[in-house]
């Protein structure tokens, strides 16, 4: 099977290539990638997309893209995906079939589950169920400790060998620091990262949004932003101890960023994610007791989201990932205090992260490093990559396509986002991932 896409403006992180070119594919592999018009002092031109299409007697499938971006697919290094065990919530069918409408071609899915993801039983599971199910490539993560409880280290080498690729007590942190440092330790051994999910829990003493004015006035218990900075530069310390590969989830304070930023410039193995609601929104989103914009960490500050968006802009923050946190409707239309934390994320990450795009703050293949090769690299993956000989995993996105987020039309089962009404810029109309071509394009108003 042969497939062309013509007349594209292809991005390519890796090499710093971008530019107006066509692209081959056959047998679901990338034969071939031909510039026509590129960044001055790069790429290949060669002949118009028409005469290019002519070049194969067969009858190829053609995507015309023109006007349209092509790029990688994007690499989600922190998702929930749920099942097995929470299924009402989200399925590994129905979460990866909203990554691909996403942009998204692999997603790393959190332990968090039931059972929680801490052996290689369960590790298999996922395995095999993305394989049969999956829409787009799913990569598990294991807990650092058995049923994240903190107390003992999970079987992490075994774990590693089943094909988790990478460590994380996400949703709970790692609250012993000797626990902590032995994972560390063992990360060099095998060669994965530990995620930490960077909160003192006890500081944190059952809070529900940011501390502060508002929190005051909406007699709603506030998380101080000490509870985060304290643990990322406990886990900092320990990362420098054992010399192990540290990776800060989630951050959301101008204080986080400045630890981590001062962490790189001593030379420490450590690398950094935020969200795209920590970039857009502030804790203002909470007014009225919206649970749909409650989420841990919590929205912050205008001070932070400035912050953060110098960080990502001066690579001190290294990947944008979503959190992809989807609940059933009846665990957000609750009290305040009782509801679930959490956004449904992956339809909406790109055109999000498109905004700091128009806003100046990265340029369009900082994004895509970000969104995908950054977290490929951290991991190990091998995606996140236009080359030849490499998959076909890619997206084609209408930069122009704007369109007003409407949960009840998201893919994934989870509904819950504060980004309800707002309009968006940004769309993914083809994602092609696993020998499958998923064409959105009838979705374009």
Same mark, same amino acid.
């Given at each position: ?122 590790? +298999? ?29 999970? +079987? ?290």
């Amino acid at each position: 099977m042969i497939i062309l896409i013509v007349n594209g403006h292809i991005i390519d992180p890796r090499n710093e290539m971008y530019g107006l070119g066509d692209i081959v594919i056959e047998n679901w592999k990338i034969k071939e990638i031909r510039y026509r018009e590129s960044k001055p002092g790069q790429g290949n031109p060669e002949s118009e997309g028409d005469s290019f299409v002519q070049q194969f007697p067969e009858s190829p499938e053609i995507i015309d893209a023109s006007g349209l971006y092509v790029m990688p697919g994007l690499v989600d290094m922190h998702v929930h995906l749920r099942e097995p065990g929470y299924e009402y919530k989200e399925t590994i069918k129905s979460g990866t079939m909203a990554a691909v409408r996403g942009g998204f071609t692999s997603v790393c899915c959190m332990p968090d589950t039931k059972p929680v993801n801490d052996n290689e039983t369960v590790t +298999e599971f996922i395995l095999r169920k993305a394989y049969a199910e999956g829409a787009c490539y799913v990569y598990p993560i294991g807990a650092v400790t058995k049923g994240q409880e903190g107390r003992e280290l999970a +079987e992490m080498g075994m774990m590693r060998e089943a094909g988790c690729v990478a460590f994380s007590d996400d949703g709970m942190p790692v609250k012993n620091s000797l626990i902590m440092r032995r994972a560390l330790e063992y990360s060099r051994t095998f060669g994965a990262p530990v995620i930490s999910h960077a909160e003192d829990i006890d500081l944190t003493a059952c809070g529900v949004m940011n501390e502060g004015y508002l929190s005051t006035l909406l007699g709603l218990k506030g998380i101080p932003r000490e509870a985060e900075v304290i643990m990322i530069k406990r886990d900092i310390d320990l990362a420098l101890l054992t010399g192990g590969r540290l990776h800060i989830a989630h951050v959301s304070t101008e204080e986080g960023v400045n630890a981590i930023r001062e962490a790189k410039r001593a030379g420490i193995n450590v690398t950094a994610e935020t969200c795209p609601h920590y970039f857009t929104i502030t804790e203002d989103a909470v007014k009225d007791y919206n649970t749909d914009a409650k989420v841990n960490p919590p929205l912050r500050t205008e001070k932070d989201i400035a912050a953060i968006k110098e960080g990502l802009s001066d690579d001190t923050i290294d990947v944008i990932a979503t959190d992809h946190a989807p609940h059933h409707r009846d665990e957000k239309l609750c009290e305040f205090d009782s509801a679930a934390s959490g956004i449904s994320g992956l339809e909406t990450a790109l055109p999000l992260g498109l905004k700091l795009v128009e806003e100046g703050v990265l340029d369009l293949s900082h994004l895509i490093r970000k969104m995908s090769l950054n977290p490929s690299d951290i991991l190990g993956l091998d995606r996140g990559v236009l080359r030849e000989g490499s998959d076909a995993a890619l997206v084609i996105v209408d930069m122009d396509s704007e369109f007003e987020v409407e949960p009840e039309k998201f893919v994934s089962k989870g509904k819950n986002t504060p980004f309800k009404g707002m309009y968006l810029k940004g769309r993914p109309v083809v994602t092609i991932c696993k020998g499958r071509i998923y064409d959105f394009r009838a979705e374009r108003p």
